[in-house]
Every structure is written in C-alpha cells, then in structure tokens.
C-alpha cells in the first residue's frame, strides 16, 4: 500500500509500505476513506519533536472496515468507522472513568500511521465506532474531525467547564481551538472569545460561535481579556497550541476559581509555582480521551447538527501529503484532508 513517511525534519514521503495484516484477535482492518495532517504532527516535521528514523505518520482515521479478528464483535466488515488516535480497550477502570486516552491496554495510533490506504487498528471493540449506515461522502470530512480535533477541541471545552452563563476564551486558532470555539457553543457558552490574528480564522471562529474576536497575544491579550470581563478574567479558558506563551496566556487569562483546558501537545512548557498557587485557577487536560465523546459527536454529525469538517480548507490526494505538511507549517492552510 502507499502511505506517508518522515524521513527527517522537512522531508515527507509518500512510498510503498507493508499491508496491514491481523495481527492479534482483537484487531480490524481498515480501508481509509480520508485521512488527513493534524497540527501536532508538525512538531517532527519542524525538528521540535526528534526524529529517529523513517516514520510512518498519521492517527486520524475513518473507513470502511476490510477484515477483523476473530474476538471482534462490535464492528463488522463492510460497515464506515471512526476510532480515535488512541486504541483503547473501553473496558478497563480508566476507560470506564471516561479516560480512554489513559487506558491501560492504549496502543498509540500515531506508531501505525493513518496516512495510508489501510490501516490496523488494535483493540477494535473499544476503539472503533460505526454510522448507522455508510455516510453520505459529504459527511465524511466532518466524520474525519472526529477522530482527533473536535473530540480533542470538545474535551478541552469540558475540561475548562464550558457551559451556561459562561465567557469562555479560546488560546489557539489552529483546528483544535476553532472545535473548542464550535464545542464551546454546543455546551451552552453565554460569551466565546476567539483569540486569533488570522481574518480567514477569525471568521470560521464566528461561523462556529465566536461571540468576540481578540488579535492581541501575550500581555496584551490576556489584557484584552480582563477588560472585556471586568477585570476579573474569563471562567473558561482553552489552551490549544502547547507553548510556554500560550499556557501562560491562558493561565493569566482565567479569573480565580476559573477553568483552563488544555489540550495542546506541550513543549519546554513550564509552570512558575508560587504564580499557580495565588492564582486559584484549575488546571485539566492532556491527551484528550476522544473515545469517551464518540457516539455524541458522531450523532451530532450525522444528523448535521455541527458541520466541524469545515476546518478542512486544503483538500489534497495522499500522494500529494508533503504539499499538505507544508502548506500547514506554512500557515496557508488550517487542516490538509488527504484523500483516497
């Protein structure tokens, strides 16, 4: 099959890799419908995060399921799935605390690498979920944000206690932040304010529920946002990029006793204790267990709802992925989907 390789810092590949094959009981077999670059991804290609060999890339996935294992009884050959980037049993005590991302038994999808034309996926019951039907192929880029960054963008809404009467503020404008904007609108939120110096962003930040914009970063966003909320700081804060600058944003951002989500993969992120002591801000977040909001984001999709596929604004075939990497580092495009 083809499939997407890094090879080093700036050098994505499209080559021949094995089949996926079953390898254990529990797996299935996938057939890719759409695949697609996530932000985080980013970090290897930009030397941030070490790379030590060719990799195969990819963790965000929908298809149609090819063959399972002879355990599998929750999906059937023939029938669309969406599975998160975590494969995860949905049975142990931390799956079933809804923390599938913490799952004892987690395989990390990323190692398989979804920019591909198959895909194995382990721990098929607990991971993979499938449409009543298969979708109509105008659904599928909103089925696709499923599997990572509106799961990830609505956990980091929860996480922060988005809800009624509150003023959330969203740090990031990437594919992540915009979902907590849109996850943010679902769950209630009486104010959103979408923090972005990006015109195309700012009005998808709208489109999704972005009741404010704010362009300023650093001292003089967080600034912005005390004024906009009477010097008291937002209730609900999602932190969505991953830097020192943007924690910090966000902690700064928060009123005391308020909330910060936070879903962006770190890097060099670091927290001034006595800082986080006098501040009164809860803190809550990490890998986002995308699993736990599957079957609601899903039925949100299907009965459109929510159309979240629309952070898709490059549509590229898989042979073309190192165009999508660098039209993303590049900040020509907030999300590349990969066709098949």
Not at 100 to 117: D, I, K, N, Y
Not at 224 to 244: D, P
Not at 260 to 281: A, C, R
Request: proline share 5%.
């Amino acid at each position: 099959m083809r499939g997407a390789v890094l090879h080093a810092p700036g050098d994505v590949r499209v080559e021949d890799r094995d089949d996926p094959r079953i390898e254990a009981p529990t797996d299935a077999i996938i057939k890719l419908s759409a695949t697609c670059v996530c932000g985080s991804d980013l970090w290897p290609y930009r030397g941030i995060q070490e790379v030590t060999g060719p990799s195969p890339m990819g963790h965000e996935y929908v298809g149609i399921v090819e063959e399972v294992g002879s355990a599998v009884t929750g999906v059937r050959k023939g029938q669309f799935v969406v599975g998160s980037f975590w494969a995860s049993d949905n049975t142990c005590e931390i799956c079933r605390a809804g923390y599938q991302s913490g799952c004892v038994h987690r395989v990390p999808m990323g190692a398989l690498g979804s920019q591909a034309e198959y895909l194995r996926v382990p721990l098929a019951d607990g991971t993979l979920v499938a449409t009543p039907e298969v979708p109509d192929k105008s659904l599928i880029p909103s089925y696709l944000a499923a599997s990572d960054v509106l799961g990830t963008g609505w956990f980091a809404a929860v996480a922060a206690e988005a809800g009624p009467g509150k003023t959330v503020a969203v740090v990031g404008d990437g594919a992540v932040g915009l979902l907590a904007v849109l996850a943010a609108k679902q769950l209630g939120a009486e104010r959103i304010i979408a923090m972005s110096r990006h015109e195309s962003r700012q009005k998808l930040a709208s489109r999704f529920g972005a009741t404010d914009i704010v362009a300023e970063r650093g001292d003089e966003g967080i600034a912005r946002i005390k004024e906009m909320t009477g010097g008291l700081g937002a209730h609900s804060v999602v932190e969505a990029v991953g830097t020192q600058e943007s924690m910090m944003q966000a902690i700064r951002s928060t009123r005391a006793g308020g909330h910060v989500g936070y879903v962006g993969v770190t890097h060099d992120v670091s927290l001034p204790g006595m800082e986080m002591f006098f501040s009164l801000v809860h803190l809550h977040g990490g890998p986002a267990p995308v699993r736990r909001f599957l079957p609601h984001l899903m039925g949100l999709i299907g009965d459109r709802t929510i159309d979240p596929g629309l952070v898709f604004d490059l549509e590229l075939p898989l042979e073309q992925a190192a165009e999508g990497y660098r039209a993303m580092d590049e900040r020509r495009a907030i999300k590349t989907l990969l066709t098949l």
